[in-house]
């Protein structure tokens, strides 16, 4: 919890030196592709939590990492070394990705299909939603067989559940009822 905390605050301070300087979008990209190899490399990972590693190896690695990125993104990532507080990069990426999202009128929302959407049913989805919340759309898209048909859309923390099996559930709930009358 504390962590999450902390993350909120880095964050939100790393984004108000972005959006000064411009870079909120460049900066968001970076921390998000740190935040992949933090999680999907185990070595990267241990190298920058150890403690044995002098503080020094693990800001040049980052600098390496991260060559050609702005200076306050590095002395941002470096002030993390410095406050052993570099365990916290993926909730910060997070943090940040949505900080930045909502400062610049974006609203990310995640689909869930039976099967992949076609381009009209994209261009459809996101013209009717841009209408209804009036914010630019983001669709992060997935497939799963499970659902039977229909969608699943869940925007922040509001889910509108379309799909066929839970219109197949809620009817088998009916049924029962009628069957125990």
């Known amino acids: 919890m504390i962590e999450l ?10 984004l108000k030196v972005t959006d ?15 935040r992949e190899a933090y999680d999907g490399q185990k070595p990267f990972r241990d190298l920058l939590a150890s403690p ?14 991260l060559a050609g990125a702005r200076p306050s993104l590095l002395s ?19 943090v940040f990705d949505r900080l930045a999202d909502a400062s610049h009128g974006v609203v990310r929302v995640k689909v869930r299909t039976w099967r992949p959407l076609t381009d009209a049913q994209r261009s459809t989805l996101l013209s009717k ?33 379309g799909t066929v099996a839970r219109r197949l559930k809620v009817l088998s709930e ?8």
Do not use: C, W
């Open 129 to 161: 939603l841009s209408a209804k919340i009036g914010k630019k759309i983001e669709i992060e898209a997935e497939t799963d067989a499970s659902l039977k048909g229909g969608m699943l859309v869940r925007i922040g923390d509001s889910v509108i559940d």
């Open 52 to 65: 044995r590693v002098p503080k020094a190896v693990k800001k040049q690695l980052l600098r390496k990492a």
């Open 5 to 14: 905390t902390l993350a909120k605050r880095y964050a939100a301070a790393l």
């Open 76 to 94: 941002f990532l470096e002030l993390l070394v410095d406050r052993h507080r570099v365990n916290i990069l993926p909730q910060v990426s997070e």
């Open 174 to 181: 009916r049924f029962l009822e009628l069957e125990r009358r």
């Open 20 to 34: 000064a300087e411009g870079s909120t979008e460049e900066a968001e990209a970076l921390l998000l592709a740190l």
